[in-house]
């Protein structure tokens, strides 16, 4: 989907000179240079500005809407009002998946490396269906990032695939029969792979339903181990082996001794409870036996650039506290 068209801007030249005393004795005494420089005005959108004034003044409300969002955040910087701009922010983040790319276009204006990652989420998990057009607005640079991140995704999925279930897997120490748990956990995975490229190369959501938590479909039914504790070490040893693999900073459940029926380890269930929302916004803090964030399957983000980050915290010491992420 298009941004809509920008109002009009206006263009003007300057040049201003300026008299100087020559140090060289030998010429003449005065030297007479000429600066020109360029300045660009933005004319502001009428509606956007009525929006404006409705936010600023009292007893009057503000919608906040992707018609106006972008026009809103640059006059909330503009005009240093920091009750906007974190309005602004609080519209973005929870609806990133509807226009990430605009989105993102404004993260790099304004310097927000919160809505920048959380935009790239989206963004690069059906980074096919973008056309060039709709991807023409973000900086170069992050271009560049997004192409790298895809391509690295690629390279771990492939390895992915080249895992062995049943010469590494190894069952729970209990197990009466291992060999029949590594096939049937063999079987699952294999299944599970085949069916995520059934229709061409899969989204990053995709795999991480697939492979990370082992839900059924059509082409890869449900794993069905005989004993529960049997079924939780599976599952923990799936998780564990996904997350290494996409280096998702998840700390791994190793402890296999100590599975409960509840699929957790007692020392992981701890960890897990006091998760924040940054570390579910990445996966982390999800049990094995329900996912509770469904944001947490857009594994795949780029982190903003050092310098754009700087951006945004000069603009903390404007006041934009929210903006830094």
């Not at 380890?265 to 996912?291: E, I, K, N, Y």
């Amino acid at each position: 989907m298009l941004s809509p068209a920008r109002p009009p801007s206006l263009d003007a030249s300057v040049a201003a000179s300026s008299v100087v005393e020559d140090a060289d004795e030998d010429d003449d005494e005065f030297v007479e240079e000429w600066v020109e420089c360029r300045l660009r005005i933005q004319e502001e959108n009428a509606a956007s500005f009525q929006d404006l004034l409705c936010h600023v003044y009292p007893r009057l409300d503000c919608a906040i809407t992707w018609s106006n969002v972008e026009d809103l955040s640059r006059m909330a910087l503009l005009f240093d009002i920091p009750s906007l701009s974190n309005a602004c922010l609080a519209f973005l983040l929870p609806s990133a998946a509807g226009r990430p790319v605009l989105c993102m276009k404004i993260a790099e204006e304004m310097g927000i490396p919160a809505l920048y990652r959380e935009a790239s989420r989206y963004i690069l998990d059906n980074y096919a269906g973008w056309t060039s057009e709709e991807l023409a607005v973000l900086d170069p640079s992050t271009l560049l990032k997004l192409e790298r991140k895809r391509s690295w995704f690629l390279e771990r999925l492939l390895k992915l695939g080249q895992v062995s279930i049943l010469r590494d897997y190894s069952c729970q120490p209990a197990c009466d029969d291992p060999s029949r748990c590594a096939r049937l956990v063999d079987e699952k995975w294999r299944s599970a792979f085949a069916a995520a490229f059934r229709f061409g190369t899969p989204q990053p959501s995709i795999i991480y339903r697939s492979l990370r938590l082992l839900e059924p479909s059509l082409s890869s039914p449900a794993l069905h181990l005989p004993y529960t504790a049997c079924q939780a070490h599976a599952k923990l040893w799936v998780v564990d082996l996904f997350d290494r693999m996409f280096q998702l900073g998840i700390t791994p459940a190793r402890n296999w001794t100590s599975l409960t029926l509840g699929g957790l380890p007692a020392s992981a269930s701890a960890t897990t409870s006091s998760g924040t929302w940054a570390h579910l916004r990445t996966g982390a803090g999800d049990t094995v036996a329900t996912q509770k964030n469904t944001s947490a399957r857009y594994f795949l983000s780029i982190e903003m650039r050092e310098e754009s980050a700087s951006v945004g915290e000069r603009r903390k010491e404007r006041g934009f506290a929210s903006f830094g992420g």
